[in-house]
């Protein structure tokens, strides 16, 4: 069983930061690349920042600059460190892990269960 745990969603200013973490746990796998995904009402959802497990980076056009993606290997938590936020980030953000099964097999992608993000004054 794979288990999520989020945390650090909220209400902010436009212009303010907040940091997202998200924990993984479980057994019998090990976690490849982690990312941060995000879906606003009535859109679809989309990649904000990835990270492989060797620190390898990546993020959306709209996330550079601002937002920060971080990992903690050890304890199979990502972070999102989002500043100088606009009305446009506001959705619902969603940590995803790549898990790979000692047991075998593909690499499986697996999603937590969200954290909401507003962003309005």
């Known amino acids: 069983q794979v288990k999520f745990v989020e945390s650090g969603g909220g209400l902010v200013q436009p212009g303010g930061s907040l940091a997202l973490s998200c924990t993984v746990s479980?057994?019998?796998?090990?976690?490849?690349?982690m990312g941060w995904y995000r879906q606003a009402p009535e859109k679809q959802r989309e990649l904000v920042a990835s990270?492989?497990?060797?620190?390898?980076?990546a993020y959306a056009d709209s996330a550079k600059g601002r937002f920060t993606i971080s990992r903690d290997n050890a304890k199979n938590t990502v972070f999102l460190q989002m500043n100088s936020l606009k009305p446009e980030d506001t959705a619902v953000y969603y940590c995803?892990?790549?898990?790979?099964?000692?047991?075998?097999?593909?690499?499986?992608?697996?999603w937590g269960q969200g954290t909401r993000v507003t962003v309005s004054s």
């Open positions: 990270i492989t497990s060797g620190g390898n980076t």
């Open positions: 995803s892990a790549g898990v790979k099964w000692y047991s075998g097999g593909p690499v499986y992608n697996y």
């Open positions: 479980g057994s019998s796998f090990s976690i490849t690349t």
